[in-house]
């Protein structure tokens, strides 16, 4: 069973996410070179997608303070930004978001 309260302080972010403040284009992720912010972001985004329980059970968040959960978020809008050959990252980025 997913961990409900991740699912409460995520959806408190909202007005985050309205805001327009989590963007690809100002994530931190892009001032790296080559394939560095991909590559991060792909590890990221497959790990929240796995303790959500999209290719195995659920399991509880270890994100903690509200700094970890927007740093997530910002990845999750960077993984959202990828090119469609990189469907499985942004299958899961839907999936989390």
Do not use: R
């Not at 399991?59 to 970890?68: A, V």
């Amino acid at each position: 069973m997913p961990n409900t309260k991740m699912y409460t302080e995520w959806a408190s972010l909202s007005p985050v996410i309205a805001s327009n403040s989590c963007s690809a284009q100002n994530c931190v992720l892009n001032k790296f070179q080559g394939n560095a912010g991909k590559d991060v972001a792909v590890a990221v985004v497959k790990q929240l997608a796995s303790n959500l329980g999209i290719s195995q059970p659920a399991e509880p968040s270890n994100l903690i303070t509200d700094q970890e959960v927007l740093w997530c978020m910002d990845v999750i809008c960077y993984g959202l930004s990828l090119p469609l050959n990189e469907h499985e990252t942004l299958k899961h980025a839907v999936f989390v978001s």
